[in-house]
């Protein structure tokens, strides 16, 4: 079954960007399991024009040490750009301070997330790439992705995959065991994790996603990230023209 979902999805990544105009696939490389599993698809799909890009940014060395053993074992050529720099540029201008990072403050930690998106842009500009995303069905459900950050993107293989349907693939695409096992995390700040952070774990959000079943306490926090993430799902709104 993988097997088949691999081919397919591989097709579709080459369809939409041969589609428009582009020679291949950039990617950013975290280090965990979402962006390894789209590494993989786009390796296939462009053996010789994938580049993944992996973005250290006040991160635990760890990030980078697993996204480059991604790469490697995939053959995936990769840049890496540590935003250290930038970053605390703007948290300085913003707020005066140096950075903390045992800060959990959103309006900092996104800031992370879109210089990403920046440096993606980037290299896709230069290589007459498209950006490819890295978010999967359960972070889609519950917003579980920042807006003009990681969500930046121009397409998104595995948004119709769950976390647990994303492990299958894994295996079946040779990603390494310690990126299929490894704690999901944002690493939006030293300790993060994106499971404590949402209030459910991705079993959960699976099971509701894929079944409808889940305890009043599950339920009630996916409807509600839901619903106070649909604005992340559909392009700004625009008003009717007025006479």
Known sequence: MMKGLADKLTQ??????????????????????????VAALCKRAFPENVLGVIMPCFSNPED????????????????????????????????????????????????????????LYYFAAKNNYLVVGTGNKAETVVGYFTKYGDGGVDILPIANLVKSQVRELAQELGVPRQIIDRT????????????????????????????????????????????????????????????
């Not at 950013?28 to 399991?33: A, E, N, Q, R, Y």
């Open 64 to 119: 980078a040490k697993d996204a480059k053993l991604v790469a490697e074992t995939l053959g995936v050529p990769y840049k890496e750009v540590v935003l250290n720099d930038p970053f605390a540029w703007f948290v300085r201008r913003f707020t005066g301070q140096d950075y903390d990072v045992r800060s959990n403050d959103m309006a900092i930690a996104n800031i992370k997330p879109r210089l990403r998106m920046i440096t």
């Open 12 to 37: 579709w990544i080459k369809d939409q960007i041969t589609g428009a105009g582009a020679k291949g696939a950039v990617v950013g490389l975290s280090g965990g399991i979402d962006s390894a599993v």
């Open 184 to 243: 999901p995390s944002a690493g939006l700040w030293h300790g993060h994790c994106d499971e404590k952070e949402m209030g459910v774990t991705y079993e959960e959000l699976d099971r509701y996603i894929l079944t409808g079943e889940a305890s009043p306490r599950v339920k009630e926090i996916i409807d509600t990230l839901h619903r106070k993430s649909e604005h992340k799902r559909h392009l700004p709104p625009t008003p009717p023209v007025f006479e």
